[in-house]
């Protein structure tokens, strides 16, 4: 569990712990040593889907649409995710 290596680190538990960037930001008392990059980091993505069925399936479509927003764009990139996809309706 990466929370709980980044906590076992900040509580002194640990003297290091290999953890998400993202993750190792929200660290008050860490610093990032060594950073994973290039060919050598590892491919992770968050895909989403939007289901069909149940009481209220447009709501889907509309939470879908915020996450290609360009306001949750800025969130995402403002705690250190790399946005994939372009915003709706850019090209």
């Not at 209220?56 to 994939?84: H, Q, T």
């Amino acid at each position: 569990d990466v929370r709980a290596a980044l906590a076992a680190v900040e509580s002194g538990s640990a003297e290091a712990a290999f953890v998400y960037a993202t993750d190792a930001m929200l660290g008050k008392r860490v610093r990032i040593a060594f950073e994973v990059r290039g060919a050598a980091a590892p491919a992770i993505s968050y895909p989403v889907a939007r289901l069909t069925a149940g009481r209220n399936p447009a709501a889907g479509a509309k939470y879908i649409d915020f996450l290609r927003s360009d306001a949750a764009r800025a969130v995402f990139e403002r705690c250190g995710f790399v946005v994939l996809l372009p915003a709706r309706g850019a090209r």
